[in-house]
C-alpha cells in the first residue's frame, strides 16, 4: 500500500522536526582534545536553551534525539526538554559508530543507553536514531528485540513506512543528508542564509504536494549566533504554510494506524 498523505485534514503537509543532542559524547569516545569536546558541550550550555524558547514561541513540541550519557551527564538539561513536552529518544550510549562494533558491544551500548533512560528518566525510549545514521547489521534486529516504535536512519524513502523483517515491524521515519544542518554548516561552512535557502525549496515542494519532510539539526549548531534565524524563520513558515509537526512517537503511531493492518 502507498501512502499518499499522513497529515490529518486539518493541516497540509508533514514535518518531522528532530534535533540531535549529542553535547560532547563523540569527542569524549573519540578521546578528543579539550576544545573540540567545548564545541559539543555548546549545545546543553547554550544552544538547548536557544531552541526550547523558539521552539516555545510557536507552540511546536519535537523529538530530541540524545545518547545514553547525554542523559546521565546533563540530566537537567534533558529534564528541561521533557518538562517542555518534548520527546526524548535514543541516540547511542556515546554516539558510537554502531557498524564497527562487534554484536556484544553493541548488544552493550543498547542495554547501557536503556538503562540510563529507565533510571533517569523513568521511561524506555521509543525510538532511536543510529549516531553518523550508520548500521551495522546487526542493528535492526536489536531495535526488533528491544521493541522500539520507531527508527530515523535509513534513506530510502521520501515518506515514512513500515519496515517488515521476519514478522516483525518498525516504522521508519526516512532521513537526508541535506536536510540535516551538519554537512552544510559545519562541513562546507555554507552562509545560513544558502540553507535556509534550500529548505525553503524543500518545504514547498512537501506543501505543494502534501508530503512530508524531516529536518535533522543539531543544538550545537543550528543556534549558534545568528544561525538561530534559520531556525525561527522556518518554524514561521510552517505554521503559515498549516504543517502538521508531529513528535516522532506520534507519528509513528499515525503511520501504524494509516499502514499497519
Ligand atoms: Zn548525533
Same mark, same amino acid.
Given at each position: 500500500?502507498? %501512502? ?12 518531522? &522536526?528532530?534535533?540531535? &543532542? ?20 555548546? +549545545? ?6 536557544? #531552541?526550547? /524558547?523558539?521552539?516555545?514561541?510557536h507552540g511546536l513540541k519535537v523529538t530530541f534525539f540524545t545518547p545514553g550519557w547525554v542523559v546521565e ?7 528541561? #526538554? %521533557?518538562?517542555? @513536552?518534548? *520527546? ?12 564497527? %562494533?562487534?554484536?556484544?558491544? $553493541? ?7 536503556? +538503562?540510563?533512560? $529507565? ?13 553518523? =545514521? ?7 534486529? #536489536? ?8 527508527? +530515523?536512519?535509513?534513506?530510502?524513502? *521520501? ?12 516504522? /521508519?521515519?526516512?532521513?537526508? =543528508?541535506?536536510?540535516?544542518? =551538519?554537512?552544510?554548516? *559545519? ?9 535556509? $535557502?534550500? =529548505?525553503?525549496? /524543500? ?13 535533522t539539526m543539531h543544538p550545537s549548531c543550528i543556534s549558534r549566533g545568528a544561525r538561530i534565524r534559520v ?6 513558515? %510552517?505554521?503559515?504554510? $498549516?504543517?502538521?509537526?508531529?513528535? @516522532?512517537?506520534?507519528l509513528a503511531s499515525r503511520i501504524i494506524e494509516l499502514l499497519g493492518k
Amino acid at each position: 500500500m502507498i %501512502l499518499m498523505r499522513i497529515c490529518p485534514r486539518e493541516f497540509k503537509y508533514t514535518v518531522f &522536526l528532530s534535533f540531535d &543532542l549529542d553535547a560532547e559524547s563523540a569527542e569524549v569516545y573519540m578521546k578528543r582534545d579539550p576544545v573540540s569536546m567545548s564545541f559539543g558541550r555548546y +549545545s546543553v550550555k547554550i544552544g538547548v536553551k536557544k #531552541i526550547l /524558547e523558539v521552539l516555545g514561541d510557536h507552540g511546536l513540541k519535537v523529538t530530541f534525539f540524545t545518547p545514553g550519557w547525554v542523559v546521565e551527564k546533563y540530566s537537567d538539561v534533558v529534564g528541561s #526538554i %521533557l518538562g517542555d @513536552g518534548h *520527546e526524548v529518544a535514543l541516540h547511542g550510549y556515546l554516539h558510537e559508530k554502531l557498524d564497527q %562494533l562487534e554484536l556484544e558491544e $553493541e548488544l552493550l551500548v543498547f542495554k547501557k543507553s536503556i +538503562s540510563a533512560f $529507565e533510571r533517569i528518566l523513568d521511561f524506555k525510549p521509543k525510538g532511536f536514531r543510529a549516531p553518523y =545514521w550508520r548500521f551495522s547489521g546487526n542493528t535492526l534486529n #536489536i531495535l526488533f528485540e528491544e521493541g522500539f516504535l520507531y527508527d +530515523s536512519s535509513l534513506m530510502d524513502d *521520501e515518506k515514512p513506512y513500515i519496515l517488515e523483517h521476519n514478522g516483525r515491524k518498525i516504522v /521508519e521515519l526516512p532521513v537526508d =543528508w541535506r536536510l540535516d544542518d =551538519w554537512p552544510h554548516l *559545519e562541513i562546507h561552512r555554507l552562509p545560513p542564509k544558502m540553507l535556509l $535557502e534550500m =529548505w525553503m525549496e /524543500e518545504l514547498d515542494y512537501a506543501a505543494r504536494n502534501n508530503g512530508f519532510l524531516s529536518l535533522t539539526m543539531h543544538p550545537s549548531c543550528i543556534s549558534r549566533g545568528a544561525r538561530i534565524r534559520v531556525l525561527t524563520r522556518i518554524l514561521g513558515v %510552517l505554521e503559515e504554510t $498549516e504543517a502538521w509537526t508531529p513528535k @516522532g512517537c506520534d507519528l509513528a503511531s499515525r503511520i501504524i494506524e494509516l499502514l499497519g493492518k
